[in-house]
C-alpha cells in the first residue's frame, strides 16, 4: 500500500510525526506536508508564487505552500505514482460540524479525493496532544481495517475522523456520524499595537449548535471515535425546485 500523508499543522507537528510512525510499516509511506502552520486554509491553492520542495531533518518533505498546495504538487508530479490512500493530520484539535469547511486537514484529504484517491482526515478533539498515542494506534487501526476490506486503492471517497483525546481503553467504539452545527464564532479581538494601529484577530469558533444524537459532536462527547463519509457536491438538492419555482416566475 502506497500511503501519502500531509497535514496543516506543518511538518513539524507532533500530530504528523505520531500518525508517520504509527503508519510507516504499513507499506510505503511518504510526507508532504507545510512548512508553516496552515490551519484553516481548507482549500486553499498558491497560485500567484512559487512553490517549493524541501526536505526536513526528520525526512519530511515541505513546501512552503498549504495543505492542499503539498497534496496537489504530490499527485501532479513529485511522487510519480498514485497513492491508495491519503491521509491528513492528526490535527490539534476537533474538526467537526461546520470546521470542515474551513479545516485545512480537511481540504488536504479532500484534495487527495478530488484526485480520485481514497482518503482520511483525522484530528483529535482537544487541542494540546494529550493522548497522541493512542490518538495514532487509532488511526492504525481503522485504516488496517478499510485496507482489509478492499477500500483503499479503490474507487475514491472521503472520510472525517475525529479523534476524543483519551488513554486507547477509554476510546470508544465507531459511531459513523452526520456533521453537527456549530454557532457563529465569537467576536473578533481587538488590540492596539506597539504603533498605535488596531489589530484584529479572528475569534474563536462557535461552540456546537447541534450536538444531537448522530452528529460527530455527539459522539465524541459520549467518547466514541467519530467517522462522517464527506462528500463535495455544495448543491442544496432539496431546494433546487422551489428556487426553479421563485427563479422562473420572476422572470415571466
Ligand atoms: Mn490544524
Request: glycine residues 10%.
Amino acid at each position: 500500500m502506497n500511503i501519502l500523508i500531509c497535514n496543516d499543522d506543518g511538518y513539524q507537528a507532533p500530530g504528523l510525526v505520531a500518525l508517520y510512525e504509527a503508519l510507516k510499516d504499513l507499506g510505503h509511506v511518504e510526507v508532504v506536508a507545510p512548512e508553516q502552520n496552515n490551519s484553516a486554509k481548507s482549500n486553499a491553492l498558491t497560485l500567484h508564487s512559487p512553490l517549493y520542495v524541501y526536505q526536513g531533518l526528520n525526512g519530511f518533505r515541505y513546501v512552503n505552500g498549504t495543505p492542499a498546495d503539498c497534496v496537489h504538487i504530490a499527485l501532479t508530479g513529485l511522487l510519480g505514482y498514485k497513492p491508495d490512500l491519503v491521509v491528513s493530520g492528526i490535527n490539534d484539535g476537533a474538526n467537526m460540524g461546520d470546521d470542515t469547511i474551513y479545516s485545512g486537514t480537511v481540504g488536504a484529504a479532500m484534495e487527495g479525493y478530488l484526485f480520485g484517491i481514497p482518503a482520511i482526515a483525522f484530528s483529535q478533539v482537544e487541542k494540546g496532544w494529550a493522548h497522541l498515542d493512542a490518538a495514532a494506534v487509532t488511526a492504525r487501526t481503522l485504516i488496517q481495517q478499510l485496507s482489509q476490506d478492499g477500500l483503499t486503492g479503490a474507487s475514491p471517497w472521503l472520510l472525517n475522523v475525529n479523534i476524543p483525546s483519551r488513554p486507547l481503553d477509554q476510546i470508544k467504539d465507531v459511531r459513523v456520524t452526520r456533521l453537527g452545527r456549530r454557532h457563529a464564532a465569537e467576536r473578533v479581538i481587538t488590540q492596539v499595537n506597539p504603533r498605535g494601529q488596531t489589530m484584529y484577530w479572528i475569534g474563536s469558533a462557535g461552540r456546537a449548535k447541534d450536538d444531537s444524537d448522530g452528529t460527530d459532536f455527539h459522539a465524541t462527547f459520549q467518547g466514541h471515535l467519530s467517522v462522517t463519509p464527506l462528500h463535495v457536491d455544495l448543491t442544496e438538492h432539496a431546494e433546487l425546485s422551489a428556487w426553479d419555482q421563485r427563479l422562473t416566475k420572476a422572470v415571466e
